[in-house]
């Protein structure tokens, strides 16, 4: 028996069940009198429209379907779980995009945001692959090949060649914190953990720790060599490759990252601005009118003022709630990241006339 896996690693990238509907008649046909099993989401009306060749699935996890003896285990109607590393188990598994197209050297990968995928070259650019999603390479950080790659390919590696072999991509500009995608991508691995393996989800929680703790202003100074020690040993010992994936993915981003995410531990500070935890509010000398609608809509009684007086944030006492913005109807208070607004440090006499 053959195990054909057409259960999407990534729910925002479904390219697998996509070409799965646009080819169904050829599917049927195909599989008839063949000793196979299509894995597709259960519930989908794929599995009666497939009949007996469809195995329904669970759809909550999506990476662990590439390890053929995972696969094999949830034939037999068992939790997912991989007793061995990708290519361990006795049945064969191939993808669903590869067995309805065959090899025609091309790919499809689904861009974050993008309603479509792209079909490009599975030999190929990373500025090619720019090209095929309308990118622009201008102001790129990084351009991200999800699971099983999770490998970034940044500016200067743009016309080395690549093998593409997943369905996701992601790209990262100069708006877009490195931190904060580290710790995304952690938490979608970590999720995808079968929790069978102590190196595997152990690590995968200490460094979805880490990295919460660090897009949340919590970092502590020992964090970034921790996750270096742990990544290695984490790589090597795993029992699939989720885990071991996650893994060469942190030491990857720590080596061409490290000193963007240091510096929301050190400088306490998000270079990017996108990490909420380090937005801070302030009121505007220019528009403030001294109403006090901020002071009222504060809990924590972080802002100082009094009628017809500039009204000021105390810093150290604010959380970030967001409240004084959404109450203030002059629009004088304002977000900031790394670059702030002169503020005077106490409330001073209004300036603006009404």
Not at 3 to 10: E, G, L, S, T
Request: with cysteine.
């Amino acid at each position: 028996m053959t195990i054909v896996n057409f259960m999407p690693a990534y729910k925002q990238a479904p390219v697998s069940l996509r070409l799965l509907q646009e080819h169904l008649d050829e599917a049927v046909q195909k599989s008839a009198g063949q000793d196979l099993k299509l894995m597709v989401p259960e519930g989908s009306e794929l599995v009666e429209k497939l009949g007996e060749v469809a195995a329904p699935m669970d759809g909550k996890l999506g990476f662990l379907y590439t390890n053929n003896s995972a696969a094999e285990v949830a034939l037999r109607g068992f939790h997912l779980v991989p007793t061995g590393p990708a290519g361990t188990g006795k049945t064969p598994l191939v993808s669903g995009e590869d067995w309805l197209l065959g090899d025609d050297d091309s790919k499809y990968v689904w861009f974050e945001g993008a309603e479509t995928p792209v079909k490009v070259p599975a030999k190929t650019t990373g500025r090619a692959l720019l090209e095929a999603c309308g990118q622009s390479a201008e102001d790129l950080k990084a351009l991200y090949l999800g699971f099983p790659q999770s490998i970034f390919v940044t500016p200067d590696q743009l016309d080395d060649e690549l093998t593409v072999d997943t369905d996701y991509a992601r790209v990262y500009t100069s708006k877009n914190c490195m931190a904060n995608a580290l710790h995304e991508i952690a938490e979608q691995f970590h999720a995808e953990a079968c929790g069978h393996c102590v190196f595997g989800y152990e690590g995968g929680h200490q460094i979805n720790r880490i990295m919460a703790d660090v897009v949340n202003k919590k970092g502590q100074s020992g964090d970034m060599a921790l996750l270096k020690d742990l990544c290695p040993v984490m790589k090597d010992q795993t029992l699939c490759s989720v885990d071991s994936t996650l893994a060469q993915t942190v030491s990857q981003m720590l080596d061409l990252f490290g000193d963007e995410i240091e510096a929301h531990i050190t400088k306490k500070q998000c270079p990017a601005g996108e990490c909420k935890a380090f937005l801070t509010f302030h009121i505007l000398v220019s528009r403030c009118t001294g109403c006090g609608k901020c002071l009222d809509a504060c809990e924590e009684g972080a802002i100082m003022g009094k009628d017809k007086f500039v009204h000021v944030v105390d810093q150290k006492k604010c959380t970030q709630c967001g409240k004084c913005l959404e109450v203030c109807p002059e629009n004088a208070v304002v977000m900031a990241g790394v670059k702030k607004p002169k503020t005077p440090p106490r409330p001073i006499p209004v300036r603006v006339k009404k």
